[in-house]
């Protein structure tokens, strides 16, 4: 079984000596003795979420949490193309479904969006809430799926913020289930920022797909099928990535 991944933010930026040692405490900490009841002797990964991290052997695991032996160093560089989703805001969990399955995938970067159509709405007083929900998943899907990269979750964007995003991207594509272009067929940048944009449940509304176009952003399709707003963008990415 593959170590399991604790997650300490205040490692970013440091680097720890190889032999010594890193306490795993707080919440992670009681996580890891508590309900993964991890022992002395056994082996765990401890990252900073930005791409730093250890592996080393649990010296002794007490109410104050883990202490670790710093076995060897990892790094997990961020790659050449930075794949950025904006997802359109859903109702009920689909939203924190997109989110965790994307973590899953490899997504650099999630901006919440909210379109036209979108049924769900953040107000001002649920901004806070949302961006909440949505970054604690990003977090837990990135520690299920032993990345040492947690996903930046951005401040949500109405379409006119959207479509200066797009614009600034070196690679802008929005799915579409008219599009006639597969998303496996486009040739990406070798290096740089490519923004994939998925759409509500009610669909991209065509005054929202005329703007996006008119910035340079493609169209895409993903399938032969209609996609549900919390699928669309996984199936995209893993199209982009499993090249």
Do not use: Y
């Not at 005329?210 to 996984?234: C, E, I, K, P």
Request: proline letters at 5%.
């Amino acid at each position: 079984m593959t170590d399991p991944l604790f997650l300490l933010e205040r490692l970013a930026g440091t680097q720890p000596a190889l032999g010594g040692e890193v306490l795993v405490d707080g919440p992670e900490g009681h996580h890891a003795v508590a309900v993964r009841r991890l022992r002395a002797g056994e082996r765990v990964v401890v990252a900073d979420g930005t791409g730093g991290g250890v592996r080393g052997e649990v010296l002794d695991a007490t109410k104050a949490g883990l202490r670790v032996r710093v076995d060897e160093l990892l790094d997990e560089r961020e790659p050449a193309v930075r794949l950025v989703v904006a997802q359109a805001l859903a109702k009920g969990d689909r939203a924190e479904l997109a989110v965790e399955m994307l973590t899953e995938v490899g997504v650099a970067e999630l901006v919440p969006w909210q379109a036209s159509r979108s049924v769900a709405r953040w107000s001002a007083d649920r901004v806070d809430r949302g961006l909440s929900r949505w970054r604690s998943t990003a977090r837990e899907a990135a520690k299920q799926s032993r990345r040492l990269r947690v996903p930046v979750v951005s401040d949500p964007l109405v379409t006119k913020a959207l479509v200066q995003r797009l614009e600034a991207a070196d690679l802008a594509l929005v799915l579409h289930e008219d599009a006639t272009v597969p998303i496996a067929a486009v040739d990406l940048p070798v290096g740089g920022e490519v923004v994939v944009v998925v759409g509500p449940e009610g669909g991209i509304s065509p005054e929202e797909l005329a703007a996006f176009d008119a910035v340079g952003a493609r169209t895409v399709r993903v399938g032969d099928h209609v996609l549900r707003t919390s699928t669309a963008g996984v199936v995209a990415l893993a199209a982009l990535i499993n090249r």
